[in-house]
């Protein structure tokens, strides 16, 4: 069977089985992987050892990584750490330029909460910004999301787009200077849609559901949080792993192997001991305020949150290696050549077509690095762009299969069609912001 056709197939089995039979994405995932080896003429055991050797391998490399993210992720959020970025940001920038704060706190917040957690917990502040400065709810919502979202899919130790460099084999260094590089233009691009055409619209524009309107929400000021963490334990835990991991890629660009000093970044730097490192420290800075009861307790559910997670990227991986003991990689790579389109649209259409059918971004980002990596791997390209032109994609739309999207009409109190004249049309912009990135990064890369 020719390969494109058994490719085609393989796609249609993803699909069929994620919005039809609502199978698990790890079901899916494997269940292609098994289809589109055998539809491609491997052995029924050489289907199973490339699935096996696909997810162990992506299992191995960042399994670990992505449990001790989470476990950050889930020890700042306990502790209020994230109220207290939040409430910095607007200090930093002024209650007139809210939005702009709500941003920046939305950027940092995505990188260790999961961005639907992140909405909800500061949902209270942006509510209480919309009461004092008059600024129109949508514009503070639509900001906090455009910052949240754009991390999720982009800056690691966030799971879809730590998945996405493991898939590809790209160093998680480069892939948070790239990923925090192109959240800059996503965020950016979303921020902008916010204040030059939502902060213009009558109030007319916007429709509340039933019982809800713009006088909802509890008015949440520093003062009346007296026990939020101070600004340096609440950032000390995120900054140092990610501080560790770019000295790490710095110094392994620019010291000869046989440094000390490589020695000594090499260990520190390794993204599972960087992060293991940083949840230590949340544990020392933020610990007493949580009680040990707590701490023990977070520990136990970041294994339950981190399982599903490691398993779907794991099925990701075994996808991925039967594309490439297949073949199909070296024949999609011909096929894309044949057809003239640039190569940054292949992963960012794939990522954008997933991520509208089935909703998830981490999901889409994965699959799109999955499918482009060994297209990528013969043409001779940079993986660093299949990274930024996933995530972009990945960004193309948040409609009503997005769990996100009930989360941002039900925090704010919007009705559907709000949620769609406002959260959809932003994320449109969004993707427009990272594929502007890709673009930019593609010129030296």
């Known amino acids: 069977m020719p390969i494109e056709l058994v490719f085609v197939i393989g796609m249609a089995v993803l699909l069929v089985l994620c919005l039809k039979v609502k199978a698990n994405a790890f079901v899916s995932l494997l269940a292609t992987a098994l289809v589109m080896g055998i539809l491609s003429g491997m052995s029924g055991t050489d289907t199973v050892e490339a699935i096996t050797s696909g997810f162990a391998g992506t299992v191995e490399s960042i399994g670990i990584v992505i449990i001790f993210g989470i476990m950050l992720g889930n020890y700042l959020d306990a502790a209020k750490g994230t109220n207290r970025m939040a409430l910095d940001a607007v200090r930093l920038v002024g209650q007139k330029r809210a939005g702009l704060a709500m941003a920046i706190t939305g950027y940092l917040v995505s ?48 799971p879809g787009p730590l998945a996405a460099a493991g898939l590809l084999g790209i160093d998680i260094g480069q892939a948070i200077i790239y990923g925090a590089f192109a959240a800059v233009f996503m965020t950016a691009f979303g921020w902008i849609f916010a204040e030059m055409y939502l902060k213009r619209q009558p109030q007319s524009y916007y429709s509340f559901q039933e019982g809800k309107g713009t006088e909802e929400g509890e008015q949440v000021q520093e003062e009346e949080q007296p026990d939020l963490p ?11 792993p990610i501080v560790l991991i770019l000295s790490n890629t710095t110094c392994g660009m620019l ?34 305020r949580l009680g040990g009861k707590k701490v023990i307790s977070i520990m136990d559910s970041t294994l339950k949150d981190a399982g599903s997670i490691v398993f779907i990227t794991a099925a990701g991986g075994a996808l991925g290696q039967v594309l490439k003991v297949s073949g199909a990689g070296d024949s999609l790579a011909s096929m ?63 409609h009503v299969n997005d769990s996100f999207f009930w989360v941002y009409t039900n925090c704010m109190g919007f009705d559907m069609k ?26 030296w890369l």
């Open 255 to 288: 010291l000869p192997a046989e440094s000390p000093v490589l020695k000594v970044t090499s260990f520190i730097g390794d993204s599972n001991i960087a992060l293991a490192i940083g949840a230590v420290l949340a544990i020392l800075m933020l610990g007493k």
């Open 111 to 158: 990188i260790p909460v999961f961005c639907d957690a992140g909405f909800v917990i500061l949902t209270p502040l942006v509510k209480a910004i919309h009461k004092k400065t008059r600024i129109p709810l949508a514009v503070l919502g639509v900001s906090l999301a455009a910052g949240l979202l754009s991390t999720h899919v982009y800056v690691p130790p966030t």
């Open 230 to 240: 101070g600004s340096l334990a609440s950032l000390v835990p995120l900054l140092i």
């Open 418 to 443: 709000t949620g769609m004249k406002t959260l959809s049309i932003s994320n449109a912009f969004m993707a427009l912001g990272g594929l502007c990135a890709t673009f930019i990064c593609s010129l």
């Open 336 to 398: 894309v050549m044949n057809t003239g389109l640039p190569f940054i649209l292949i992963p960012f259409v794939i990522a954008g077509l997933l991520k509208i059918v089935q909703g998830s971004g981490t999901v889409a980002v994965t699959t799109a690095a999955t499918l482009c990596a060994p297209i990528a791997a013969t043409l001779g390209l940079n993986p660093i762009l299949i990274f930024l032109a996933s995530g972009a994609g990945a960004r193309a739309c948040c």
